[in-house]
Each structure stands twice: as C-alpha cells, then as structure tokens.
Nanobody, 120 residues
Framework: QVQLVESGGGLVQAGGSLRLSCAASGSILAINAMGWYRQAPGQQRELVAT???????NYADSVKGRFTISRDNAKRTVYLQMNSLKPEDTAVYYC??????????????WGQGTQVTVSS
C-alpha cells in the first residue's frame, strides 16, 4: 500500500556533492518522521539523519555539518543533500519512514536503496 522510491545516487569524487530524494506513494494520509540510513559493505546499517514533519532534524556525528536533511510534506518527499563527501560515505543509502498512515493501516516502509560511491 505504500512505497518509497529513492533517486540521486551515483559516483562522485571526494569533496563533491550529491542530493538524494525519496518519494512516498500510495493512499497516504500522514507520515511521521522520515530518515536516511546507510549500509557499507560488510557493515551494519546505520542511521544518517532523520526529520520530523515539523522540521526537527537529527544527524549522525559523522555527517554533521556536511549533510542536510529536508522534506516537502506536500510532495511527501524527503531529501538528503550531501556535501564534502568522503570515501567513508560510500554505502547503499536507504530511505525510511517511521509511521505512514494509509487507509489500509500503518506502515514503516523502507526504500530499495541507492548506491553512493565516493572515490579518492
């Protein structure tokens, strides 16, 4: 009933920038917090950033000052602007929604993931 679709991943040199987008679709009535997670090869998935409907944000220490999360509630889309990228940012990035209310129930969906590769 709900789907999150990410876009914007790719290959970039260290110091460069990328912007990720994640759009929610379905018969959605409301979405609570949305966020971005990432998983590097051989590593556990970790939280990158979250944002509430009111715009309150939270960031992992490793990305503070470099990444900015934002959302467009009308478009039901969350963004992650990534600046000053480092090779250690290389990972598959996943979009997540804490609570998505639909006419069919409550969901905590994940996107399919988008690859971000930062070269030295």
């Amino acid at each position: 009933q709900v789907q999150l679709v990410e876009s914007g991943g790719g290959l970039v040199q260290a110091g460069g920038s990328l912007r990720l987008s994640c759009a929610a679709s379905g018969s959605i009535l409301a979405i609570n917090a949305m966020g971005w997670y990432r998983q590097a090869p051989g590593q556990q998935r970790e939280l990158v950033a979250t944002i509430t409907p009111g715009g309150s944000t939270n960031y992992a220490d490793s990305v503070k000052g470099r990444f900015t999360i934002s959302r467009d509630n009308a478009k039901r889309t969350v963004y992650l602007q990534m600046n000053s990228l480092k090779p250690e940012d290389t990972a598959v990035y996943y979009c997540n929604a804490d609570r998505v209310l639909t006419i069919g129930g409550m969901y905590n969906p994940w996107g399919q993931g988008t690859q971000v590769t930062v070269s030295s």
